[in-house]
Nanobody
Framework: EVQLVESGGGLVQAGGSLRLSCVAS????????IGWFRQAPGKEREGISC????????YYTDSVNGRFTFSSDPAKNTVYLQMNSLTPEDTAVYYC????????????????????WGKGTLVTVSS
């Protein structure tokens, strides 16, 4: 069974940075898709960065491109989301998600979601 556990959320001032981590158990970086999503209060869930085994590039949604960086450490079964230049609009619960099949592009998975989800970590950016 795949389990995803996020950490690293918290309260930060606008312009600051945070790094989120997601440890994946029961999951291998073989044929896969994995990504970060967020849901702000009163808004729909948004896929912000996704990567798959079939697509060598990392997808970023426009609102975070250039500020957030997705990285991974397969040896630790961990992925990270480095978030810089945070704004109050980045306030949300951030979720790590994964899929056992990575046949489509990262952008597809960010739009449609994945099979496995963590419980989320709250990021609050104060102005």
């Amino acid at each position: 069974e795949v389990q995803l556990v996020e950490s690293g959320g918290g309260l930060v001032q606008a312009g600051g940075s945070l790094r989120l981590s997601c440890v994946a158990s029961g999951f291998t970086f073989d044929d896969y898709a994995i990504g970060w999503f967020r849901q702000a209060p009163g808004k729909e869930r948004e896929g912000i960065s996704c990567i798959t085994s079939s697509d060598g590039s990392t997808y970023y949604t426009d609102s975070v491109n250039g500020r957030f960086t997705f990285s991974s450490d397969p040896a630790k079964n961990t992925v990270y989301l480095q978030m810089n230049s945070l704004t109050p609009e980045d306030t949300a619960v951030y979720y790590c998600a994964a899929d056992s099949y990575g046949s489509a592009a990262g952008s597809w998975y960010c739009r449609h979601g994945m099979d496995y989800w963590g419980k989320g970590t709250l990021v609050t950016v104060s102005s």
